[in-house]
Each structure stands twice: as structure tokens, then as C-alpha cells.
């Protein structure tokens, strides 16, 4: 994959893609660069190819230097489903016939468990495997209905030995559906409105809406939350904290955050920023975000940045980034040139 094509891509899915106005550059103090704001936060650079020289997509991380993702054969005629470890070996869970049109989506990982998603020709369904040297890829089931994608890393849930995933229903009606992890029956439950998953036990609704959310439901509880929604701008929330994308009175992006009853709202980036992922705030803790330069449009690329909620303050990931992408709490992206270009990684969690 192209590294700037996944960021054009999760920009246009995140909110606002605008020119680069000139009055909005250096409004700002420069941010502090990772190297120096985290310098004990774990990191990796890692090669776009495998050692049989296929090209390497990941999907979800273990830590900065172990990943699953996808790879094809080297004679392409399978897709592989691979954990690619910190020294450059990998292991198959699965592989594909290219024949089938296969695609591995909304992978996972709680503990010593891994879940996803297999779509082919013939239909979706819903596969695991421990991680543990003996851990066989087992098929959960194929009752997944209408199943839905949002580019989020709660597309699947694990929780209580169960994964948990949204279904469109009949019209109006979202199906929150659940299965035991080692299979059987699934759980269906028919819930009025569009909702997509969000950390165990949340959801949220607004997800055709233009607006954005109104409403946090626990799934446990059966309590609501609503959301304080501004009267500008779009809003999206995790169970901890919503993010607004608005317009300022000069016409430039401006970005914040505030928690879902409207209390400890504050900015995040203004001028010619953009949102970065479709999670909000990923541990509570971290809102990723992009600042657009004057090539993003040719290249794809641009400035990668995150704001930490605790201190307030922004720091520099990287100068010139592409397809970025943040599951499991390790972030990662690409430097380089559509021809030739690297993978980077730094683990969130480990951000002290």
C-alpha cells in the first residue's frame, strides 16, 4: 500500500480535508518532538516488505515491533494472515485463494486472543486463534449479518469472553450482535438507530448523522448519556471524550475536545489541521491529528501530531507522514516517497 493513500484516506473519513489557507501557517508554537517530549516511549521502524519480499500491510499491533497483517504469497496466489515479530519472522494463521477475493478486516486482540473478520466472495465470517505457539485459527461463525465497518478499532470488541460487533438491521435498527469466543449461538440484539461499538460496554449513535452523536449508551446498565452537543460543528465520542471539528470565524479547522456531559472543553489544533483516526482519544489519554502543508494534496502526506489530554500539550510525531493508523494504543506510520517508503511505530501505552 502507497503510504500516502491510507492518510488521504482516513482523512476524508475523519472529518475536514481543506486547503492549506497561507495566513493560517506558523499561528502557532512549534510542538515538542517525540524524541524528546517521550524519550523513554517504546518505538520501531519497520520494512514495508517481508524477508520473501511481499509487501506487508499491518492490521493490529502486539507491541511497537510485533504486528498482524496481511501479505500475499510470493506467488500470489493466496492472501496470508501473518504475526510478523520484532526480529523479522513471521507466522501464518491463515491464507486465502486470491481466486476468492479475500479481504481480513476488523482484526483484534485481547490477551492471548486473536479475532477478524474474513470476507470472500462467498460471504463474512468471523474467525480466532490463540497467539501462543499452538493457537490453531478456528472459525467462531458465519451468522455475522449485515456487519458494519467504520475504520475503528472497536469495529470488534472482546469482552466477558465474548466478541461483540453491529449489524445493519431491517430499516432504522442497528443489531448489536454477540458470540462466545470459543463459538455457538449468536446473540442478537435489535437497537433502534444507527450505533456503532465503542469500548466495552459503550456505543454511540450519530453515525449517519452529520452532526454527529447525541447519545452514549451502556450496553450493561441499559443507561443513556447525552451528549452536550455545540450548536457548530461535527462531534464524535468515546465513552471518555467527544471531539468537535468546527470552523473559526476566519474559516479555519478548529479542533476540541471536551467529555460527552460538555465539561473540560478545550482546543486541541486550529488552522489548517485535520482529524488523523476515527477513534477519539484512543486510552483516554492521546487525540491524533495532522497538520496539512502545501504538498499534501500531491503527496499525501503531512505533519503528524498528538495532543495529551493531561498536560495539554502537543507533540510532534513526525514532520511528513502517511497512512497512519493507531490500534491497540501503538501508533503507527509511514515516511517516504510512494516508490519507497517505511513504516514507524510508537507505543502509546508506553508514553509515561
Known amino acids: 500500500m502507497r503510504p500516502g493513500a491510507g492518510l488521504v484516506a482516513a482523512l476524508a473519513a475523519g472529518a475536514l480535508l481543506l486547503a492549506v489557507p497561507p495566513a493560517a501557517q506558523g499561528r502557532r508554537t512549534a510542538p515538542s518532538p517525540a524524541a524528546l517530549a517521550w524519550p523513554g516511549a517504546e518505538r520501531a521502524t519497520i520494512a514495508a516488505t517481508l524477508g520473501d519480499g511481499t ?3 499491518p492490521g493490529v499491533f502486539l ?5 498482524v497483517g496481511t501479505a500475499p504469497s510470493p506467488d500470489g496466489r493466496s492472501l496470508r494472515l501473518l504475526v510478523r515479530s520484532g526480529d523479522g519472522t513471521v ?3 491463515r491464507a486465502l485463494p486470491s481466486a476468492r477475493n479475500p479481504s481480513f478486516q476488523g482484526l483484534t486482540v485481547a490477551g492471548d486472543l486473536l479475532a477478524w473478520f ?5 460471504g463474512l465470517e468471523l474467525w480466532a486463534a490463540g497467539l501462543g ?3 490453531a485459527a478456528r472459525r467462531v461463525t458465519a451468522d455475522t449479518g449485515d456487519a458494519r465497518f467504520y475504520r475503528s478499532e472497536t469495529d470488534l470488541v472482546v469482552a466477558d469472553g465474548r466478541l461483540r460487533w453491529v449489524a445493519a438491521g431491517p430499516a432504522g435498527v442497528t443489531e448489536v450482535r454477540a458470540v462466545a469466543a470459543g463459538g455457538g449461538p449468536v446473540e442478537v440484539r435489535p437497537v433502534a438507530g444507527t ?7 459503550w456505543m454511540t449513535d450519530g ?5 454527529g452523536a447525541r447519545t452514549l449508551r451502556n450496553l450493561v446498565s441499559g443507561t443513556d448519556l447525552a451528549v452536550a452537543r455545540p450548536r457548530d460543528g461535527a462531534i464524535g465520542c468515546s465513552a471518555a471524550w467527544c471531539r468537535i471539528v468546527s470552523l473559526d470565524a476566519d474559516g479555519y479547522t478548529r479542533i476540541e475536545l471536551m467529555r460527552p456531559g460538555g465539561g473540560d472543553r478545550h482546543e486541541v489544533a486550529g488552522g489548517t489541521a485535520a482529524t488523523g483516526i476515527v477513534d477519539v482519544a484512543p486510552l483516554d489519554r492521546f487525540e491524533v491529528f495532522v497538520r496539512i502543508g502545501p504538498n499534501s494534496e500531491l503527496t499525501g502526506n503531512a505533519q503528524l501530531l498528538v495532543h495529551e489530554t493531561k498536560t495539554r500539550s502537543t507533540v510532534e510525531i513526525s514532520p511528513d507522514a502517511g497512512a497512519v493508523v493507531l490500534r491497540n494504543g501503538v501508533l503507527c506510520w509511514s515516511t517516504g516517497s510512494q516508490e519507497t517508503f517505511v513504516r514507524h511505530t510508537l507505543d502509546l501505552r508506553t508514553v509515561s
Open 55 to 57: 509487501a506487508y500491510e
Open 63 to 67: 507491541d511497537a515491533r510485533t504486528s
Open 91 to 93: 507466522r501464518e494463521m
Open 118 to 122: 474474513e470476507r470472500t466472495k462467498d
Open 133 to 135: 505457539a499452538d493457537g
Open 195 to 201: 450505533w456503532r461499538l465503542l469500548a466495552w460496554p
Open 207 to 211: 453515525v449517519a448523522d452529520s452532526a
